[in-house]
Structure formats: structure tokens, C-alpha cells
């Protein structure tokens, strides 16, 4: 079963597949790109919500959309706890790097990220790379993170069909990390975020060219069939 991917601005995607809709980091509220392209929290209906770490610009509107929909939350085990005391919300399903958890739409495996993880200043577990499978595709998000080598073990051990990597530099790998990063990870597809969303993580995103990968530079409330 075909997927697509849809980017909402910054580092946030919806993944569709028959009767699964997955949300990845939801940061619509206050996302200069999703409010220009006229995205609405409210008109997400996600089935599960899988957040990478728990910095402001990825947690964004989960809450709210938990709440509004009883969608499960996929994400490092402190994020998920953190769901449970703060928001009442206790249909979670926690991970950690190295590990990976079913879900009804398939299953999500966690990857080292290199990067930091609070909320407000509380403490939100180890930030995270995430690899869904779905509809046959297999679809590695990297979450926030630095370019690290062992971005070819990810690659050599889930083949990845797409990836989503970070390319604004200052808080994540820069546009020439990244390519290299694309190389080394090996999907045909490479679809960048978290860039010129704000000035401070403003980069040019022709920098973004890794050799023998196909860059889909979407706009936001544009998506690829997979
Ligand atoms: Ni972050
Ligand atoms: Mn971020």
C-alpha cells in the first residue's frame, strides 16, 4: 500500500497509509511556515503522534492534538511519561535508541540523534531518530541531531527508502553535513527540514545536494508519494 508524505513546515510531517495517519513532530502553532500555507492543528487527525525529543519546535501542538483525537503517542520513554503526569494522556507507546516498538500501522525504531531534549527546562529522555515502517515503505525521520558515522549502520541495517534530514545548521548538521549524511544513509529520496523556518537557521538549500540522491525540497503542505 502506497504512502505519502506530507510536510507541514519545519520538522513536522503527516505519513498517510490506508487507514493510518502518523504525525510526526507537530510544531503548527507559532511555525511561520505552516501558518503561511495555511495549516491548522485542528485540521490534523492523526492516528499516532511520534515525536522525536521534546524541544518546544517538535512537541508544538501534540498536547492539544492528543487530547482532541486519543491518537498514540510513539516517543523516547520520558516524553511518553511526561504525557501520562502533565496531560493525562496515557495511550503511549515508549522506546529508547537501539530499540523499537510495534504499532498498528507497522513499527517505529529508534536511532541515536545528537542533540539535547527538555521542555521548559525538564529533563525529556535522549533526543531520537525515528525509522517507520508502513505500507511497505520504510521511512527514516532523523529527528535534531549532528551528522554522525553511524547514520551507514542506519542505513545498512533498515535500507531506508526516504530520508528526512535536518539541513538549518546552528542547532543540526548544516546543508553539507546533510548531504553527506543522505549519502551515507542511502535512500533514493532525501527530503531536508528544520531550515528557514526563523533567520537564525536560514541556509541555501542548493547547498542540500548529495550525489545519487533524489532531493524533494518541499514546500510546506506539499507531499511525495512513496
Ligand atoms: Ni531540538
Ligand atoms: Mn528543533
Known amino acids: 500500500m502506497p504512502s505519502s508524505i506530507r510536510f507541514l513546515g519545519h520538522a513536522a510531517f503527516m505519513i498517510e497509509s490506508g487507514d493510518y495517519r502518523v504525525l510526526i513532530d507537530p510544531f503548527i502553532s507559532g511555525n511561520p511556515s505552516a501558518e503561511s500555507a495555511g495549516i491548522n492543528a485542528e485540521d490534523l487527525h492523526p492516528t499516532h503522534i511520534v515525536l522525536t525529543h521534546g524541544h518546544e519546535d517538535h512537541i508544538g501542538d501534540a498536547p492539544a492534538i492528543a487530547k482532541r483525537t486519543g491518537a498514540q503517542i510513539v516517543a523516547p520513554y520520558e516524553i511518553c511519561q511526561w504525557f501520562g503526569t502533565e496531560h493525562k494522556h496515557e495511550n503511549s507507546n515508549p522506546g529508547n535508541p537501539g530499540g523499537g516498538v510495534p504499532t498498528d500501522f507497522g513499527r517505529v525504531d529508534f536511532t541515536h540523534a545528537?542533540?539535547?531534549?527538555?521542555?521548559?527546562?525538564?529533563?525529556?529522555?535522549?533526543?531520537?531518530?525515528?525509522?517507520?515502517?508502513?505500507?511497505?515503505?520504510?521511512?527514516?525521520?532523523?529527528?535534531?541531531?549532528?551528522?554522525?558515522?553511524?547514520?551507514?549502520?542506519?542505513?545498512?541495517?533498515?535500507?531506508?527508502?526516504?530520508?528526512?534530514?535536518?539541513?538549518?545548521?546552528?542547532?543540526?548538521?548544516?546543508?553539507?553535513?546533510?548531504?553527506?549524511?543522505?549519502?551515507?544513509?542511502?535512500?533514493?529520496?532525501?527530503?531536508?527540514?528544520?531550515?528557514?523556518?526563523?533567520?537564525?537557521?536560514?541556509?541555501?538549500?542548493?547547498?542540500?545536494?548529495?550525489?545519487?540522491?533524489?532531493?524533494?525540497?518541499?514546500?510546506?503542505?506539499?507531499?511525495?508519494?512513496?
Open 114 to 226: 545528537i542533540h539535547s531534549s527538555s521542555y521548559g527546562g525538564v529533563y525529556m529522555g535522549d533526543p531520537t531518530g525515528v525509522v517507520l515502517s508502513i505500507g511497505g515503505a520504510t521511512i527514516y525521520h532523523a529527528g535534531d541531531t549532528s551528522l554522525f558515522s553511524d547514520m551507514k549502520l542506519i542505513g545498512e541495517q533498515f535500507r531506508p527508502d526516504v530520508a528526512i534530514l535536518p539541513i538549518g545548521d546552528r542547532f543540526t548538521m548544516g546543508p553539507k553535513q546533510a548531504a553527506t549524511a543522505a549519502e551515507w544513509i542511502g535512500a533514493k529520496t532525501a527530503i531536508p527540514c528544520h531550515y528557514n523556518t526563523w533567520p537564525p537557521i536560514e541556509v541555501d538549500v542548493s547547498q542540500f545536494s548529495p550525489s545519487g540522491i533524489e532531493v524533494r525540497a518541499l514546500g510546506a503542505g506539499e507531499s511525495i508519494e512513496v
